[in-house]
Every structure is written in C-alpha cells, then in structure tokens.
C-alpha cells in the first residue's frame, strides 16, 4: 500500500470511528447532539485530530502543504468572499423563496434572534463573529479540505472534491437518526443534505486554491452554519412554516450558481494544488529515500 493510500484509509478510520463512536455514545449516555458542548467534544475536531495523527505518525510527511499559515496579506481577497459570501447567498434564498410565492417578505422574526437588538444588528453581529468562530470549524477544514481533499483522486482535481464532499456527507448521516436534525422525510432530507455538503466543497476548495491557507475555507464554513443556515432557519423555518427540506433546496439553488461559475469559468483550472510553501531543504546531490519518495508523492496528490 501506498504512502498516500495508507495515509487516507487511516484518516478515514480515525475520523468516521471516532465520531460516530461519540455520537451514538453521547446520544446513548442521554446527551442531546444539539448541545454545542457536546458537538466539540464528540464532532469538531475530530478530522483535524486525525489529519494531525497521519501527518505526524503514519505517513509522517509533515505539514508543510497543511496551509496553516493565515497568509492575511497576500489571501484578503479569499477572506473577503469567505466574509461576504454567506450573507449573500442568504439575501439570495430569501429573494428566490419570494419569488416563488413560498415566502412573505418579513424579517421581523430577525427582531427575536438576540433580546433587546433589532434584526438588522443581531446580522451584523453575527457576520462579526465569523473570525471568532472559524478556529472551530477549522477543525473539520483542516481535515476535509486540508488533507482529504489533496490526496483522493490524485490529478482529478473536481473528482477530488465531488468525492470530499460526498464522504463529508456521510460522515454526517448519524446526526439525522440522533435528533440533531429532523427530516419528515429521511431519505429526501439526506439526498438534499448531501448535494449541499457537495456544492459547498466546490465553495471551500476553490477559497482553499486561491489562498493557499486553510483559514479563508474556515471562515467561510463558519458563515455557512452561523449565518447561512441559522438565518434561513429563522426566517423561513420557524417563522414562514417552510419545511427544513424546502429550505435546503432554496438554499442550493443560488450555492449551485455560484458553485458553477467557479467551474465554468475556469477558475479552478491552473491553480496550484495546495498551498505555496517551500519544499523540505534537501542536500544537493543526497538522493532520496524510498520512505522520503513516498512522502513528497503522498503531498503532490
């Protein structure tokens, strides 16, 4: 078995073993799945623990492509759509839920997120928080994003991320069956669930190429479930009776768009794989060894 090959199957073990493992565990112990305790003991950072174990340990190819450094200056640009992407794609699901007669316009239901603040404030607020959220869905893009996503389907750059986004589906599933999330419909709810976790894969990579960090596909993941579906949830779930499958759909629809201007237009041809960093210093003339040839093509993948 490859370096890489060997690298993946243990991350893959080590990530859906351990959390599911801690969600049928919690929910067994009589601890509810919704509980954001809970979720970052049992789910968060999981991934990132795992990716952290095969770098250092099993394939011990270091983490000079794990796209750690924040690279602010260089990576505004990614930072700013990851910031602004999020609301826009709600203001577009809301618009297209109006459109379709699904929806009143009425954001009062904004008015009851945070006592004593209006709606419009308790959004900015929210937005505000991203940065102060995303060390914490860093520990799921470290993983996806950072790991998997560079060593599935090597030179297949859509097929790596089509299959990152499908197995990050999957590794969610369980929530579904332990009241974190409740569809009237289970198959429907998690064919839906998927597409999303897919087209926001192509969302994450594309931040994660143009980057080169894994921050800007933090913050954006952090937009997605803090603004994105929270907001959507208020406005159209709670207070506009809209099903949570429903919802979901809206919400793809303009995430589609988006999802295929990126590949459309070509910008996720000739990017570079993975971050830009320096490659390990080698002794001019001191050939490779066969463990440290294996390393270098596990982070070419």
């Known amino acids: 078995m490859t370096t890489r090959r060997r690298g993946l199957l243990a991350f893959l073990l080590m990530s859906f073993g351990v959390s599911w493992a801690g969600m049928f565990g919690a929910r067994a112990l009589g601890y509810s799945l919704v509980n954001p305790l809970v979720q970052l003991l049992v789910i968060a950072f999981v991934p990132a623990l795992a990716a952290v174990a095969v770098r250092a340990w099993v394939t011990r190819e270091g983490f000079a492509d794990a796209g750690l450094r924040p690279r602010l200056a260089a990576a505004w640009p990614s930072y700013l759509a990851a910031l602004l992407g999020p609301p826009g794609l709600t203001a577009a699901t809301l618009a297209l839920a109006a459109a379709l007669g699904l929806w009143r316009p009425d954001l009062s239901a904004l008015d009851t997120m945070v006592p004593g603040l209006p709606g419009w404030l308790a ?19 470290f993983g996806w994003t950072s790991y998997l996503r560079m060593r599935i389907c090597p030179g297949r ?145």
């Open 123 to 141: 959004v900015v607020l929210l937005v505000g928080a991203m940065p102060l959220l995303a060390p914490i869905y860093w520990g799921e893009e």
């Open 157 to 301: 750059p859509l097929a790596a991320t089509a299959a990152t986004g499908l197995i990050w589906a999957v590794w969610h599933y369980p929530l579904a069956f332990l009241g974190y999330i409740d569809f009237t419909n289970v198959a429907l709810g998690l064919a839906v669930w998927t597409v999303s976790f897919m087209l926001q894969e192509v969302i994450l990579t594309w931040l994660w190429m143009t980057s080169g960090t894994v921050w800007s596909a933090s913050l954006w993941h952090a937009g997605n479930n803090m603004v994105l579906a929270l907001l959507n949830g208020v406005v159209l779930t709670q207070a506009g009776g809209i099903d949570d499958v429903v919802v979901m759909l809206l919400a793809n629809v303009p995430m589609a768009a988006l999802c295929a201007w990126i590949v459309l237009s070509g910008r996720m041809r000739g990017l570079p794989p993975r971050p830009l960093s320096p490659p390990p210093a080698v002794a001019l003339g001191t050939p490779a060894s066969p463990q440290e040839a294996g390393q270098r093509a596990g982070r070419g993948s």
